[in-house]
């Protein structure tokens, strides 16, 4: 092969790994499916939730991979919707003033979440709850896996994966879990 004809061929793929390289080093969208995990460029979006107005949560449906003879039939019986891939029940839990204030408290301090420690063997991110708040006019949406004890936050400009910390864990699912309507009882596995 001619050595001019190398040198393109080089150069051929030297842009191509280029470009590839841009791609996957771009921020994930903050109304896609998937969440940054750079803890600490995305951690900011946590004080914005002390400003937060309304408060909306929604429950999860069945787990796709444990409960997906329930999810098929939850889907069809009830009204659904998705959110960030994610199935939830389209009619919201009522909170009380108190439970709305002691969620923004939770989800608006830093120190509820971690850096996130890799995918946990737990069937897959699966968010049980939803909590959306509108501060001013941008939504923040906080999907909660209590199976990974991870959540995924999601706002007009990031995105963000974290793991949840064991004490704001406890909370959560100590004040989440009294709200459950929806979702069919767990049958024993």
Known sequence: MA???RVLQASWWLLIASLLVGWSGQKKSATGTEADTDFASNKAVFASIH????????EGLPHHAFEAKELKL????????????????????KLSA???QRLKSLLGSEA???????????????????????????????LICFGCHEVKVYGPKHSLRCDIQRDAYVLLEKLLKKHRKNRPPKESR
């Open 51 to 58: 400003a937060a107005g309304r408060l909306i949560l929604y």
């Open 3 to 5: 050595p001019t004809l």
């Open 98 to 100: 108190y439970d709305q």
């Open 112 to 142: 509820s979440f971690a850096k996130w420690s890799g995918e946990k063997r737990c069937g897959g991110f699966h968010p049980d709850y939803c909590v959306q708040m509108s501060v001013g006019r941008a939504a923040y949406r906080f």
């Open 74 to 93: 939850e889907k069809r019986k009830k009204r659904t919707m998705a959110l960030h891939g994610c199935s939830f029940y389209r009619d919201h839990l």
